[in-house]
């Protein structure tokens, strides 16, 4: 299962630390990222980020939001800076979990932790 935590109310300019850690049963962790979800509108990528520390951003946070994670401790980190009203959401983080040597990657998803940027 994965567990995200950090999220809470920060003014426009302010900065917020998300992060997640998966548990149970796993081998391996393929791509991991966080993903959100603004009222009204369907779930979009914000940032992802490979087993090898490649890492992919949506347009509108690049140079604001940094991904990062911890191979060793099953982590990864949204560093979220210069955070806008726009970026109000649920996020959500996911992995490709495998769970042994023979079994394909599932994706897994967190229970989403709200971010709310006030003006």
């Known amino acids: 299962q994965l567990q995200a935590s950090g999220g809470g109310l920060v003014q426009a300019g302010g900065s917020l630390r998300l992060s997640c850690a998966a548990s149970g049963s796993i081998f391996s962790i393929a791509d991991m990222g966080w993903y959100r979800q603004a009222p009204g509108k369907q779930r979009e990528l914000v940032a992802t980020?490979?087993?090898?520390?490649?890492?992919n951003y949506a347009e509108s946070v690049k140079g604001r939001f940094t991904v990062s994670r911890d191979n060793a401790k099953n982590t990864v980190v949204l560093e979220m800076n210069s955070l806008e009203p726009e970026d109000t959401a649920i996020y959500y983080c996911g992995a490709d979990v495998q769970r042994s040597r023979w079994l394909s990657p599932t994706r897994f998803w967190g229970q989403g932790t709200q971010v709310t940027v006030s003006s």
């Open positions: 980020i490979t087993r090898g520390s490649i890492t």
